[in-house]
């Protein structure tokens, strides 16, 4: 099974700047996702990931805001961009199509906890 | 657009006793998929089961299992034997069936505190 981890783990901002995270899956994935979770809330799709093309945004997020990249197969990075307080969230990256699984199940990183000052 | 719904904000259970955590979904489409993920405070996300909507037979998995009632568009998930390490956020998840890459809908979650 895919092994995903996320980069960094945990980081504190300062509002206006940007941050990028990484999601690296130790095998070719059919598909990758990016979630948010706001503090005590539930998951919500910020946008997927296509290889090789430009991300498909969920109606609320936009390409100025968090840009995506998936280079190849196997990573991706969303980057917060110009944040501020709302920003803090958990941010996670899912895959979906791994090897040995079920082609409709997703597993999920460890996520990258962002707190913005 | 679906949309999942859990009704029970946090549920606590004595350790070694059984719990059943709700979810309600409404779709109108006939074939998809069910989730239960558990997140504990690591805040990992696991997969703890899953339901295809065309399959009568309830999904289990050692002490977790659902009972799926597609009429009702219900699918309440049941641990068993509850163990300490059982404590964390459950979320039930909602995927359309066919193309790949259709997201996931979550409910809200529902805590589950386990007393030793």
């Known amino acids: 099974s895919a092994v995903i981890s996320q980069k960094p783990s945990r980081d504190i901002c300062q509002r206006g700047t940007s941050l990028t995270i990484q999601c690296q899956v130790d095998?070719?994935?059919?598909?990758m996702f990016w979630y948010r979770q706001q503090p005590g809330q539930s998951l919500t799709l910020i946008a997927t990931?296509?290889?090789?093309?430009?991300?498909?945004?969920e109606s609320g997020f936009v390409i100025d805001k968090f840009p995506i990249s998936r280079p190849n197969l196997t990573f991706s990075t969303l980057t917060v961009s110009n944040m501020s307080p709302e920003d803090s969230s958990i941010y996670l990256c899912s895959v979906e199509g791994a090897s040995g699984r079920r082609d409709y199940e997703q597993y999920f990183g460890p996520g990258t906890r962002l707190t913005v000052t | 657009a679906q949309t999942v719904t859990q009704s029970q904000p946090e549920m606590s259970v004595q350790e070694a006793e059984t719990v059943t955590l709700s979810c309600t979904y409404d779709t109108s489409e006939s074939d998809y998929y069910l989730f239960w993920y558990k997140q504990p405070p690591s805040r990992q996300m696991i997969l703890v089961i899953r339901?295809?909507?065309?399959?009568?037979q309830n999904a289990t998995e050692n002490r977790f299992s659902v009972n799926f009632q597609k009429a009702a568009k219900s699918f309440s998930l049941k641990i068993s034997d509850s163990q300490l390490g059982d404590a964390a956020m459950y979320f039930c998840a909602y995927r359309s069936a066919g193309a790949a890459g259709n997201k996931l809908t979550f409910g809200g979650g529902t805590r589950v505190l386990v007393k030793p």
């Open positions: 990931a296509n290889q090789g093309s430009e991300a498909t945004y």
């Open positions: 339901q295809e909507a065309y399959k009568q």
């Open positions: 095998s070719q994935v059919t598909m």
